[in-house]
């Protein structure tokens, strides 16, 4: 997470032809969808959200696109989706918040994993013993598929 001080320096730096060319450079993953999503089509990490490289360090695309239309976040703020769509970068869809408002809006959504898997000691028993891909055996029991490879490797010794 940038800082107001990097955000401020970020933003006094790209003023005139250099913000156009990072502009371009940035649009250039940006696939413009009929539903008002802009999806990144450039890298992204494990959980979907873009990466875009910006003055050598790596960023979310989300908060460069943030940033570069909408100007500098606030130290300690979330950029967040109001579409739910992490490869989303439509500045439209982008808005502020704190961790707590972040988790409420996610609970509001429904968006929240359970806490606590509920499997009983045979299911733990039989995915460790399955023979099936662990995306599989994730889909099969509700399930994250890390939280198979999880108990698959011995990981997680309790059950319900």
């Known amino acids: 997470m940038l800082t107001i001080a990097q955000n401020c320096a970020t933003l006094s730096t790209m003023k005139g032809k250099k913000i156009k ?20 089509t450039g890298g992204k990490d494990r959980h979907g959200y873009g990466k ?21 976040i606030l130290y300690g703020l ?5 579409c739910d769509n992490p490869a989303c970068v439509n500045p439209d869809h982008l808005f502020t918040a704190t961790h707590a408002e972040n988790m409420a809006d996610m609970v509001l959504k429904g968006r929240q994993i359970s806490p606590a898997y509920r499997l009983t000691r045979d299911q733990v028993q039989a995915i460790r013993e399955s023979r099936k891909p662990v995306k599989r ?5 509700g399930i994250d598929t890390r939280h198979a490879v999880r108990i698959r490797a011995g990981q997680v010794r309790k059950a319900a």
């Open 78 to 82: 979330f950029v967040c989706h109001e």
């Open 137 to 141: 055996l994730a889909a099969e029991y």
């Open 21 to 40: 060319s990072i502009e371009s450079r940035f649009m250039e993953h940006v696939r413009k969808e009929p539903g008002g999503c802009w999806n990144w």
């Open 52 to 72: 875009f490289s910006l003055y050598g360090t790596t960023q979310t695309a989300h908060r460069v696109s943030f940033l570069l239309n909408r100007g500098p």
